[in-house]
């Protein structure tokens, strides 16, 4: 057939859209829809028009509306996470409590105090309780809140340099790269700052530091190296080495943690110790920066925590502005943090880390037992194994976490591949991995109460694995 023939052949819109309304659950406003279909019909109208063929395929209800699939599925939704990482960065890091939920839901529904003081009537400042709490919880006379850590050391940088001093010492071994292309180089360069390196990849001393003191200084800067792991011949200047270098130059000793440990994660199943806000101010330094929704286990956010004069130059400079926290994010930080300082509570982070092993056995068992017979008549086997679960969100990468695992597996090659996509597709999406071939599903990142919809999806997928309806659900 020839292009020109294949373009009589391409549906009217109008035609297209009543075959997606009646054949799809794109639950998305129809002006969007058409407005999809619209551009794909074009493009296609478009490659004919040049000569080229795209053949019978493209021209089939799926190809035609892959697109409009892929955006209804884009449709944020929660997930299971059964991927054995505790904070994925791709499934939106950390799960917030029901405290912090409620208390975001409250404030977004309706109006809230955010700028007004209740007790006069008068105008107040943005989270006086949050960063009350935060500022407790990092033992810092203050804190505040930004979008995320990222945005929390660039405005340090901004507000700490001058054009005088816009000189910034950082450990060659701390030039890191946290991912999604933050890079401490390029981050102090889009600053205004000047980067003096010092020391090497894997030794920094006090004296490099010393040796790069000139007028031009502006601060010395540790960067946490939250997502690598160095050993051999290693050193690096302690925090309190550096403290004590910037009180001598008269230059402020900043910290970037990142990792956001305000509890030491040591107390779960002998992870490693991970250094804390409280600790690295303890050690004199006069700012630290660390994520919302790492190990702190809140929303995203910036969490900056040091001198009350530090903060204050922070929060005057316009640069706040632009970065400041809403009242979403206000709501649940400061929820979190409360519950934090709160003697037995445990965040919903805290407590998938510390479910002991044996919980998950049985858990993993119940599983099996209920879903063994079923699977065996779809000719897919089960078994409970012990893995190992990480923390993940570029941190502690050698920290490994026992874990338990309900693993699938199935006679044909690529069949377990065909189940994870379905368990994508499913009304409540699991994520699971695949290890040799086999399905796994990783309990220490599945609450428990989500038993039950792990085992109706795996039902769910199954049967209609069997039946061939392989179309995503795009719903809502
Ligand atoms: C993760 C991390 C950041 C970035 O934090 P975001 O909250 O994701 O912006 C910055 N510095 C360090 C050391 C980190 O580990």
């Known amino acids: ?172 071994g701390e030039l890191v790269e946290i991912g999604g292309g933050f890079r401490i180089p390029e981050i102090l360069a889009t600053s205004g700052a000047v980067l003096k390196e010092v020391g090497t990849t894997n030794r920094t001393r006090l004296a490099d530091y010393r040796s790069a003191a000139s007028p031009g200084v502006a601060m010395l800067l540790k960067v946490h190296r939250s997502n690598f792991h160095m050993t051999g011949f290693v050193e690096e200047t302690q925090p309190a080495e550096l403290a004590a270098l910037g009180r001598e130059l008269g230059v402020p000793v900043v910290g970037d943690l990142g990792s956001g440990a305000v509890r030491d994660p040591a107390q779960w199943h002998r992870l490693p110790h991970e250094p804390a806000p409280q600790e690295w101010l303890q050690a004199g330094m006069d700012l630290v920066c660390v994520s919302g929704d790492k190990l702190f286990g809140g929303p995203q956010a910036g969490i900056i925590a040091g001198g009350q004069e530090w903060v204050s130059r922070l929060k005057r400079d316009p640069f706040f502005r632009a970065l400041r926290a809403d009242k979403l994010v206000l709501a649940a930080v400061q929820e979190t943090a409360l519950e934090s300082l709160e003697v037995g509570s445990e965040l919903p982070l805290h407590a998938a880390m510390a479910v002991p092993l044996q919980t998950l056995q049985s858990r993993a068992e119940a599983l099996v037992r209920e879903l063994e017979a079923p699977a065996a008549a779809h000719g897919v086997q089960l078994a409970v194994r012990q893995a190992e679960a990480s923390v993940g969100g570029g941190t502690m990468p050698a920290a490994r976490l026992p874990s338990v695992v309900v693993e699938l597996r199935a006679r044909r090659d690529g069949e ?61």
């Open 416 to 476: 377990m591949q065909a189940l994870a996509e379905r368990l994508r597709w499913g009304e409540t999406p699991i994520i699971g991995y695949l290890e040799d071939s086999a399905l796994r599903l990783d309990l220490r990142t599945v609450p428990a109460d989500l038993d039950p919809i792990l085992r109706a999806n795996l039902r769910a997928a199954w049967i209609s694995g069997i039946e061939g309806k392989n179309e995503p659900h795009a719903g809502s």
């Open 1 to 172: 057939m020839s292009a020109r023939e294949r373009l009589r052949q391409l549906p009217a819109l109008d035609q297209l859209l009543l075959a997606v309304q009646r054949e799809m659950e794109v639950n998305l406003p129809d002006a969007l829809v058409t407005e999809v279909l619209r551009q794909e019909l074009a493009r296609l109208r478009e490659k004919m028009l040049a000569g080229e063929d795209p053949g019978e395929e493209a021209l089939t209800l799926p190809a035609l509306t892959a697109g409009l699939r892929r955006l209804a599925a884009a449709r944020l939704r929660g997930v299971i996470n059964a991927t054995g990482v505790l904070i994925h960065t791709n499934l939106g890091r950390t799960p917030l409590s029901q405290r912090a939920v409620e208390k975001l839901a409250e404030v977004g529904r309706g109006y809230c105090n955010l700028e007004l003081d209740l007790t006069t009537g008068q105008r107040g400042g943005r989270g006086l309780l949050a960063e009350t709490a935060l500022a407790q919880l990092c033992g810092a006379p203050a804190a505040t809140v930004v979008n995320n850590c990222a945005a929390a050391l660039v405005l340090i940088l901004r507000a700490l340099i001058t054009p005088e001093r816009r000189e910034v010492v950082v450990s060659r």
